[in-house]
């Protein structure tokens, strides 16, 4: 079961549902699939690497060349009667590489196994790119759920004051009390300010991804194939993960470049056809009678052969610079694997200490609300203070801030952690709004081709621009889970017992 399976269906449980014609993930996965500029510049990068081979296969064709030329004789010897005044010549060649020491073989097989590399770096740019959307998406449902928390808590907060102001008027409450009810609602003010700021950035963030502002977005689908240890994530990591895969084909790809290089050095034998024309035009052996031919032709065919004897050390230089970089491009898979393996084992440790964190976390909202009652009650009959309610409504906003995120750190961290094992790609996610882009078709139109001619027309940008975007805000469009939805404090009924001045 691939994650297609689940894009669509019922989303985290802890969030609350919201109305069918909100945007979903899969709708955002596959806006950015089509319109994100990045990836289209990636897709441009694999086109040009195909030519690539064309090029390599270029030097192994034949070759035809015409040339021509024509000449006045400006100055003739008077004693020569039959040197032409003028002339024109033509000559055609065609030359067939019969061998090139493996040079054009070599380089051949290098351009082909650099498009291999491309075409996976093109599948971890799709993934990373999904990776950013997921964030993005998760970060925007985040910060409107902190932001509605904060609103809430201001409201609460402020009906706190009102009711201590009024149980100061009649003696109850101290100015001290009334002070701290300010200070706490000064305070929640600025987080509320902070966290609307948080949003908008948020909101920015997923229009440079997607190419549109967010709307109501859904909850999102349940990951699935979620490894069951981090062994068994880092196996599969290491098989599919496309950026390993990638630098493993450009390693296998700089041995052919090795063999290229030492091939400078041998013989290269080419078949020849040649032919030629010339034309006096009537100007060859003037005031002679009579007049010798004007016109002539002829034809060549044979073999041609080149052995290097000595070349100022190109070859040794280009032989040890191709090692150089063979032995760079196998670090680099060392390299590329130690980050797969730290990037598989980091996502899978996120992801299930974020679960963890879920948990935790819904045990102290509840908690936290019961003890917010309680300390409520308790100060309707002083045994408790002002400071006591403004400290448990505090407690309660953390819980539910820290509940909210962890719901966003394990969703992004689980789709990290697919990404890392190579199954959140594009292929893998059902994006079947359309046709899915074939890296393949370009190659095999190129390859074939024996043209000289065919460039193509213009390039149209794919990438949308977001200029006429609107600024964001931080207004809400997804409504806040009533479960996090914390009660609005009300002033007691009657002035308790106990009451201090």
């Known amino acids: 079961m691939r994650v297609s399976v689940l894009l669509g269906c019922v989303g985290?449980?802890?969030?609350?549902?919201?109305?069918?014609?909100?945007?979903?993930?899969?709708?955002?996965?596959?806006?950015?699939?089509?319109?994100?500029?990045?990836?289209a510049a990636a897709r441009a990068g694999v086109r040009a690497t195909d030519e690539n081979v064309a090029i390599a296969e270029a030097a192994g064709r034949p070759g035809v060349s015409v040339n021509g030329n024509y000449t006045e004789n400006a100055l003739n010897s008077a004693n020569t009667f039959l040197s032409p005044q003028r002339q024109a010549q033509g000559n055609a060649q065609l030359v067939v590489p019969l061998y090139q020491g493996g040079r054009v073989a070599n380089s051949i097989r290098g351009a082909e196994t650099r498009v291999e590399a491309s075409r996976a770096q093109l599948r971890g740019t799709e993934s990373d790119l999904f990776v950013g959307v997921v964030g993005a998406y998760m970060d925007v449902i985040r910060d409107e759920a902190i932001v509605g928390l904060n609103q809430e808590n201001v409201k609460v907060l402020e009906v706190n004051?009102?009711?201590t102001r009024d149980r100061f008027q009649v003696g109850?409450?101290?100015?001290?009390?009334?002070?701290?009810?300010?200070?706490?609602?000064?305070?929640?003010?600025?987080?509320?300010?902070?966290?609307?700021?948080?949003?908008?950035?948020?909101?920015?963030?997923?229009?440079?991804?997607?190419?549109t502002p967010p709307g109501k977005l859904e909850d999102p689908p349940a990951l699935p194939n979620l490894p069951d240890s981090a062994d068994a994530a880092v196996d599969v990591a290491l098989k599919s993960n496309p950026n390993l895969l990638a630098a493993q084909r450009s390693s296998d790809a700089s041995r052919?470049?090795?063999?290229?290089?030492?091939?400078?050095?041998?013989?290269?034998?080419?078949?020849?056809?040649?032919?030629?024309?010339?034309?006096?035009?009537?100007?060859?052996?003037a005031g002679t009678s009579p007049k010798p031919g004007q016109t002539g032709s002829a034809a060549t065919v044979g073999l041609q052969f080149t052995l290097p004897i000595y070349q100022g050390g190109l070859p040794a230089a280009q032989e040890r610079q191709a090692q150089e970089r063979r032995a760079q491009a196998l670090e680099t898979v060392t390299d590329t694997e130690r980050a797969v393996i730290a990037q598989t084992r980091s996502a899978y440790?996120?992801?299930?200490?974020?679960?963890?964190?879920?948990?935790?976390?819904?045990?102290?909202?509840?908690?936290?609300?019961?003890?917010?009652?309680?300390?409520?009650?308790?100060?309707?009959?002083?045994?408790?203070?002002?400071?006591?309610?403004?400290?448990?409504?505090?407690e309660l906003l953390n819980s539910q801030v820290t509940l909210v995120t962890a719901q966003r750190d394990a969703y992004v961290a689980g789709f990290a952690?697919?990404?890392?094992?190579?199954?959140?790609?594009?292929?893998?996610?059902?994006?079947?709004?359309?046709?899915?882009?074939?890296?393949?078709?370009?190659y095999k139109r190129t390859k074939r081709s024996w043209s000289d001619f065919g460039g193509k027309s213009t390039y149209v940008p794919t990438g949308t621009s977001t200029r006429g975007t609107p600024a964001q805000d931080a207004s809400q469009q997804r409504p806040l889970d009533p479960s996090l939805n914390a009660p609005v404090d009300t002033a007691p009924d009657a002035p308790p017992s106990g009451t201090r001045k």
Do not use: C, H
């Not at 919201?18 to 699939?33: G, N, S």
């Not at 030492?262 to 040649?274: C, F």
């Open 349 to 394: 440790a996120i992801w299930k200490s974020s679960l963890e964190v879920i948990a935790s976390s819904q045990r102290a909202v509840e908690a936290n609300k019961l003890s917010l009652e309680g300390v409520r009650a308790e100060n309707s009959v002083g045994n408790r203070t002002i400071l006591d309610i403004l400290n448990a409504e505090q």
């Open 12 to 39: 985290l449980a802890a969030l609350a549902a919201v109305p069918a014609t909100a945007d979903t993930l899969r709708e955002a996965l596959l806006a950015a699939y089509k319109n994100n500029p990045s990836l």
């Open 161 to 163: 004051l009102q009711a």
């Open 417 to 442: 952690l697919l990404s890392a094992m190579g199954e959140a790609e594009a292929r893998d996610l059902g994006l079947d709004g359309g046709v899915l882009y074939d890296p393949l078709s370009n």
């Open 172 to 211: 109850d409450l101290t100015r001290t009390d009334v002070a701290q009810s300010e200070a706490r609602l000064s305070v929640a003010r600025g987080q509320l300010e902070t966290a609307q700021a948080r949003l908008i950035s948020s909101k920015e963030s997923y229009i440079r991804l997607v190419g």
């Open 256 to 285: 052919f470049d090795v063999s290229a290089a030492r091939a400078s050095r041998l013989p290269q034998v080419s078949g020849v056809v040649g032919g030629n024309y010339f034309n006096y035009l009537g100007s060859y052996g």
